[in-house]
């Protein structure tokens, strides 16, 4: 095997008995494009159907279908507020403009946003390709590699659900900077090393897990381009020197991190979940991340948390990786791959694993993006290092059965990520006792006004699943059932039940408060609002529901400074300025209320209730030919809009005379 480039010097060669000859090589320059085209096509070919469907409620509604910055397209405000922002908890600038630009080119059309995440995952494909055969020279097993990258079930996740536009991201931008990292390893251009530098960043700032980037680049000093002095570390020290740049970006990315996810209150606290299950958790994680890799069986787009002994799966993962450990030490001169890959997909693994607990989820397919890439990496060049041929074209053979077996298992569970009900339901039957897809297969139901199908999935969700760390959002879904209903009584008493006794969430406790001003109970509808406005001061649930309050109360004044909050917080969301324009309305501050009218209807046009109060706002300032057009325009597109009907009327009998006292500012 040679694992060497053209031109590096400190290189030690790789022992030749353990390559097969092949007549290909060397690979002339157009066969290499060829290769990266065709897995581009497959990867593309294999995840085309997405194109067909629809957002997922999980997370696209905060990624895109209900952010209104984003769903303002790419403009200077949603550049400002991309960078600063800590909104889902995440500091990702370039995925939120990516979001940005797909709502220019596509709109809401979804088929649009899964266009490009599927390129962006036939680039990747192409990337891990170009990658393996630039620095290894052997294209053999790189295109094998990159192939079963581009087919694997663990990346349907990833490709099929618009929220992990960030693994995508990343990856590519990760995938480039190595790329260009063997380019420079060979050129020591410093043009070609600031660019590294600069994809370096674009990866961090897509996805925070890019943290692991300078150590997968120490990997591949490692194998195969073989820089790594095993014998002398003080003649290694310079790797580790020239990727202190990175090594500064990535410091910086993470306390940011820390910074984001605090705001957003998703690290779980030690005390709700202690380091020895943690280590449990993280240690199983690793067995099932393996076991899915080769068998990918009951896929699903959650696996919960569970408070329960897993000794069982600790053990068998602990197993196979001390099996593989010794097998990797045991080869680490024949076969340094082995030593590299499992290195590669223990250690990029590691930001996910669940040491820093974040979320409700036990472990993710998404979290395998890039790190199966070290598992695949061992199963490729294994073939490709057979002694014979015969072992060659038997092991070829076995891999194409598992190739051809994962294609169909991406091509079926691709296709149950079609839609909410299809997707809900998958979960439900693969893990019965899980409770997240219950309550989301709920909500569903709930949109589509179904109150009773939804009632019958969350009473069998609340016989069936658990405990799991999803648990409480049954009751928090019964009890926005029960809202539905108008029965604010009854969602309270599942609201607190959701507590388990505990004190509530921000998320709870904003629910707890609108329940309690449905109910008319003013004092504890303030009480609760309040409370949830110092657990999460810049929270925007948490500012509106507490304005709402205020509202109830009468106290204007009040309700419009937390509204000036809001919209400095999300200053694209339309319902954050109608909020402050009705407040400054019922204020008597009407220069300011029209000024926040114009811009909720024009952040949402299409909203008819904004329209006409901006309209009815105009009236009452004397604009009313102004006014008039935009209620005229407002009953063209809903005839059967009554108040637009009724105050077009009073326009009519007002024709005589515009500026008569019974026509500006009337009631």
Known sequence: MQGTGPGVEGRAKAPVSARPVSRFEPMSWGVGPAIAALVACAAFAIFAETLRHDFISWDDSGYVTRNATVLAGLTPDGLVWALKSFHMGNWHPVTWLSHMLDVEFFGLWAGGHHLSSTVLHALNSSLVFSLLFRASKEWQPAALVALMFAVHPLHVESVAWVAERKDLLCAFFWLLALNVYVSWVESRNTRTLFFMLFLSALALMAKPMAVSLPITMLLLDIWPLRRWNSRSLRASLPLLVEKAPVLIMVFASAWVTVVAQGAAQAVTEFAAWPVEARL????????????????????????????????????????????????????????????????????????????????????????????????????GWLWWLQPTRIRRTVSLGLLAVFILGWTWTTLRYTAQWKDNATLYSHGINTNPNSCLPYALLARTRMQEEKFQEASKILSRGMQICGPDAAAHMLPIALGDLEMRRSNPAAAAEHYLRAAGGSEPSTFIMVRLSAAMLSAGNLVEARRYAAAALRNSPAAADALRQYSRVLNAEGDFEQSAAFHEKWVSLEPRSAEAWYGLALANDSRGNLDAALDSYRRAAAIEPLHHGMRLQYGWALWRKGQLVIARSIMASVLAEDPKNELARSMMNRFESCESDLTSRSCIGGR
């Open 280 to 379: 449990a958790n993280a240690v199983a994680s690793y067995g099932a991340y393996f076991r899915q890799t080769i068998l990918p069986v009951d896929l699903t787009f959650f696996y919960p948390l569970r408070n329960q002994s897993i000794l069982v799966e600790v053990v068998a993962a602990l197993g196979i990786l001390i099996a593989i450990g010794i097998y990797a030490s045991l080869r680490i001169a024949s076969q340094p791959f082995i030593a590299m890959g499992l290195a590669w997909w223990v250690i990029t693994l590691v930001p996910t694993i669940g040491l820093i607990q974040v979320g409700m989820q036990s472990r993710a397919d998404r979290y395998m993006y890039l790190p199966i890439l070290g598992l695949l990496v061992m199963l």
